[in-house]
């Protein structure tokens, strides 16, 4: 689980905090509070220069905890002092070592709980935790180390409510509580929750790398992937992204077959489930079950499903769903159906600006690509249709490198080297320098180079990556994504609207 206080002694200045990143599976702090601390491990962080724009969701979000912040659950059999003779002896060695002061006492029996978190001991953990907090039940490190203990034991409830008293009363604990709580959310299937408070840390800290990783990663998991796309093309700019997440951004809106159980991104509800059922060949599947929810669907799900009818050519069904849907929040599955009725409607200039819209919330839509292809060709522009043709072929070689990178073949350094290739053809080099990153890790891992040949080629592509963020070449170029087309191409969807 990520940790979000720090096990530094001294105080770091604000933005030193937020690019540490804990080693072990707990870390407390000894003389402070971090503000934040790191994502995963093993893993550098570097400061970030510009942050996607946050759009905080406005329903409101009512939290819903447990009043019981000591007691209750499984530990509730648990005694004032320690379960079992060791930890009752432990805690009579610390009583003696103690100065005589509450204050002490407590900062020994918190350390004594890091010690034994840090042994494995859990239960011997959350004894001494819960005498701390007795003793100093107003300390915030107490406080903060207490809730930690309540968290792994899987009483989110509590341990939610805890910090968010802590952070009412003190304002210093506000955003690493709102880091660690969102953690606890998503554990307990709070996922609305968890997103609006990773967005509210990112809201005053946009630069939390973090947060981008866990926020990226929520939305991946709930079938919002070009979304976290947003967070994982940020984060790209700095080689932030492993081998998983590089991979995420090779298929930006649907899935990769067979990715259910072989990523850390498994499916966490009913979007991200349809879309892997449908990466598995199950279109029909996903229809039936979008359908059968009804009003229930999301807006993204009910884009989904116009998207599978249009690709049965079922439009009147299409024209029914696409009629409700609100567009500024459809994404690439509501502009491709869009774009598929208007070409069934004789609306060629129409299609062809939905399906450029299709095609810059996702250069990765291969589908999208030859529809505007087929279109292009109606709409009497051969060369351009052949380009954006040539285009899908070279998008479609990436993705079907990305399925093939995994398991068993995740470190072919062949096929790293040719994906990085592809993508620096598509104009999108910083996931290229990525995959070379990641390739030249697997080179050393197979004796293929030395460290110190692995360490210069390093340095090399972080100065490419540095000068390419520098002359801002590293965002999505809409021209060349569009192989040629301009702004112009869009004022069709503008014009149907304004009618």
Not at 106 to 116: C, P
Not at 386 to 399: F, I, N, P, S
Not at 454 to 481: C, Y
């Amino acid at each position: 689980m990520t940790k979000w206080i720090s096990s530094i002694s001294g105080r770091l200045e604000r933005h030193e905090l937020y690019r540490m990143r804990s080693p072990h599976a707990f870390v407390a702090s000894v003389a402070c509070f971090a503000m934040l601390t790191g994502c995963q491990r093993q893993e550098t962080e570097l400061q970030p220069v510009d942050a996607p724009a946050q759009s905080i969701p406005s329903q409101s979000l009512q939290q819903q905890t447990q009043p019981n912040a000591e007691g209750g659950s499984e530990d509730s059999s648990a005694s004032d002092g320690e379960p079992g003779d060791a930890g009752g002896s432990s805690n009579q060695g610390l009583q003696k070592t103690a100065a005589g002061t509450a204050q002490r006492s407590a900062d020994q029996l918190r350390e004594a709980a890091l010690q034994a978190l840090g042994q494995g001991q859990e239960d011997l953990a959350f004894a001494y935790a819960r005498q701390a907090i007795r003793i100093e039940p107003e300390n915030p490190q107490v406080v903060f180390l207490y809730a930690m203990v309540l968290g792994d034991r899987h009483r989110y409830a509590e341990a939610i409510q805890l910090l968010q008293e802590l952070s009412a009363r003190e304002p210093s604990t506000r955003l690493p509580a709102l880091g660690q709580t969102a953690e606890w959310m998503v554990e307990s299937g709070r996922y609305g929750e968890a997103e609006l408070q990773f967005r509210n840390v990112l809201q005053e800290v946009p630069d939390a790398f973090m947060v981008h990783h866990r926020l990226g990663q929520l939305l991946l998991q709930t079938g919002r992937r070009t979304e976290a796309a947003l967070h994982f093309d940020f984060l790209s700019q700095f080689g932030e992204l492993d081998h998983e997440e590089l991979r995420s951004l090779l298929i930006r809106t649907q899935a990769f077959p067979g990715d259910d159980g072989m990523t850390r991104f498994d499916p966490l509800n009913n979007l991200a489930m349809c879309r892997q059922e449908l990466a598995d060949g199950k279109a029909a599947q996903v229809v039936k079950v979008i359908v059968a929810a009804g009003d229930a669907n999301s807006v993204a799900e009910q884009a989904l499903l116009a998207r599978l009818l249009a690709e049965q050519k079922e439009f009147d069904d299409v024209r029914n769903w696409i009629e409700n849907l609100e567009m500024s929040k459809a994404g690439a599955d509501g502009w491709y159906a869009k774009g598929c009725l208007a070409l069934n409607d004789a609306e060629p200039d129409v299609a062809v600006a939905c399906f450029c819209q299709t095609l810059l919330l996702d250069q990765t839509d291969v589908d999208a690509y030859r529809m505007l292809s087929r279109t292009l060709e109606l709409t009497g522009k051969p060369q351009v249709a052949k380009a954006v043709a040539v285009r899908a072929g070279l998008v479609e070689e990436t993705r079907r490198l990305g399925t093939e990178i995994v398991g068993e073949q995740a470190k072919d350094l062949e096929l790293i080297q040719r994906l990085a290739q592809s993508l620096m053809k598509l104009n999108r080099p910083m996931e290229a320098l990525g995959w070379q990153t990641i390739g030249l890790v697997h080179a050393v891992e197979a004796a293929a180079i030395t460290e110190t040949q692995a360490q210069t080629t390093f340095e090399t592509i972080g100065r490419q990556r540095e000068q390419l963020v520098n002359s801002g070449r590293h965002r999505l170029n809409p021209e060349f994504v569009l192989c040629g087309l301009g702004a112009e191409v869009l004022d069709p969807i503008a014009k149907k609207s304004a009618d």
